[in-house]
């Protein structure tokens, strides 16, 4: 089935409720339904055909929602944008994409002008009010689209419904092909594992061009017949206001969230009623084990951390019974996903051995758009070598636990280091923030461990000569850092991941000179 038909099929069963509350406006899933009809019909009406890349970078609006599920509607691909991404990047994705219709704001246009006019065949469509003469206006094409258009659904299963570029921590982004069936299978997954229900009232403050906020948030309330409250963006403050009124069941967000939520709570003279709130669940990046417990002795509640990539949509997920939940841990595999912890060889490893983690099931990816290369080495058969490392409990029914990038791995001396396990001993030290270990070359040893520690505000006397021997008290030799380097803040993406190449980079040459490091 076409994603967006089983979504309009559940929105003939919840009529008059509402879908998404978005900065006061409500929307009843009727509403959203016809909404969506007639973007679709205003996709038909400028001619999209299937198969079509309709490209969206806009903030957070309704017009986003409108746009994506339309789009999937008449059989076109969606690729979403991050709004912050510079105009050498939209260009990078909107050619390497080939679409032939770009939906932005004004102010994003802008900025890209100069690049656009060098994409002779993209047409530009503003969903704002505009006199520029290279782009045309959302608004004025709605007004024209056929009153009459009746949604068909031209793709299926297997076809193309969305596409999403990675990161690109490690090189050009990639363009994962995902499609229906991925979708509906990941959709479908979670609402079993999360026991999602048309009684849930999910509080969105993610953004909506990624795979968190749109296909697990967004997607996964309307699949259940949930409703959305949906603010613009997230301010810790004003997420614990609307919790406190009672009506919020779920909260989905990444680390940083919970962390501005647990400053936030400090400064709270009256803290929120939280009887309503069934779950609490952070994903995009790690959680650290201090928040974990942290939120836990402040909410009462047990964050419940999953784990999944863009090619995969969500892979796993701890237990929605919060006495199955543990830190650092990312729980078991969800409904009809297996998993396998393997050797470089290929082979399976024995539970605890470290491994790369691979993933076979129909939440599966396509493949990387025009890279038949690249997708052939991600595939060993039909399982997807993630390039995530990780291991598996064998006390505890092969509870999964990741340590980090197989790219990330530090070989120091031609031992095996993996920078998660250094990076949780750091953060065990009181002076400690946060903490990133990276290898940096080294003639002798081959790479060379060194941490990017952030120091908490109040602990101004720390060393990086303390740090080491702190680390030599609980970890091997070969695993300690020999060089800390002390930083205000860690480089992150727009969805809270951090960005270790960038730290690579920075200081790789700073390394090099092997002087102390400055103290703090």
């Known amino acids: 089935m076409n994603f967006a038909q089983k979504l309009s099929g559940i929105a003939a069963r919840y009529r008059d409720k509402p879908a998404v509350v978005f900065e006061g406006a409500v929307y009843t899933y009727d509403a959203l339904d016809r909404e969506v009809s ?59 994409s080939g679409s032939r219709f770009f939906f932005t704001d004004r102010e994003r246009f802008l900025r890209a002008e100069e690049i656009l006019s060098a994409l002779p065949e993209l047409r530009t469509l503003l969903v704002d009010a505009s006199n520029a003469k290279s782009c045309g206006s959302m608004a004025h094409e709605l007004e024209n689209a056929d009153r009459n258009f009746q949604r068909t659904y031209p793709t299926r299963g297997d076809d193309v419904a969305v596409i999403c570029y990675t990161s690109g921590t490690t090189g050009r982004s990639k363009g994962a092909m995902i499609t229906h069936k991925n979708m509906i299978s990941n959709t479908t997954a979670l609402h079993l594992a999360w026991e999602w229900s048309d009684r849930d009232v999910l509080l969105h403050v993610l953004p909506l061009f990624h795979v968190h906020g749109l296909f697990v948030a967004l ?55 939280l009887q309503n709130m069934r779950v609490f669940i952070s994903g995009s990046a790690p959680l650290l084990d201090a928040q974990f417990r942290r939120f836990e002795q402040q909410t009462g509640f047990r964050i419940l951390e999953r784990y999944g990539m863009t090619e995969t ?80 409990d064998h006390e505890d029914g092969k509870r999964l636990y990741l340590v980090g990038r197989a790219k990330e791995l530090i070989i120091t001396g031609g031992y095996n280091v993996y920078p998660k396990e250094i990076e949780n001993v750091l953060q065990t030290h009181e002076a400690v923030k946060e903490a990133a270990v990276i290898g940096i070359p080294d003639e002798d040893f081959g790479e060379r461990v060194v941490a990017v520690v952030v120091a908490g505000k109040d602990m101004p006397g720390v060393s990086s000569e303390s740090l080491i021997r702190f680390c030599k008290d609980q970890l091997a030799g070969y695993k300690c850092p020999k060089q800390i380097f002390f930083v205000d803040e860690l480089p992150r993406n727009a969805m809270g991941k951090l960005q270790k190449n960038l730290l690579a980079e920075r200081y790789r040459e700073s390394a090099k000179t092997q002087l102390p490091m400055r103290q703090i």
Request: hydrophobic share 40%.
């Open 38 to 96: 007639r973007y679709a019909a205003m996709l038909d009406h400028i001619g999209v055909r299937v198969g079509d890349r309709i490209a969206i970078q806009l903030p957070k609006r309704m017009e986003f929602v409108f746009l994506e599920l339309a789009v999937l509607s008449v059989g076109a691909v969606a690729l979403p944008l991050n709004t912050d991404y510079r105009p050498e990047e939209v260009h990078y994705f909107l050619s390497d």
């Open 219 to 273: 997607h996964g309330a309307l699949n259940a017949g949930a409703t959305v409250i949906m603010h613009e963006k997230f301010d810790a403050r004003r997420a614990w206001e609307t919790i406190d009124m009672g009506v919020c069941t779920i909260l989905m967000g990444v680390p940083t969230m919970y962390q501005r939520l647990m400053n936030e709570w400090d400064e709270l003279d009256r803290k929120p009623n």
């Open 313 to 392: 949509g969500m892979n796993t997920s701890n237990t929605i019974d919060p006495a199955g939940r543990k830190g650092q841990s990312v729980g078991y595999p969800l409904p009809g996903v297996e998993i396998r912890v393997c050797s470089p060889d290929g082979k399976d490893v024995p539970p605890g051995d470290v491994g790369e983690v691979w993933v076979r099931g129909d939440n599966v990816f396509k493949g990387y758009w025009k890279m038949p290369g690249k997708t052939k080495e991600s595939f060993h058969g039909d399982w997807f070598m993630t390039g995530d490392l990780g291991y598996q």
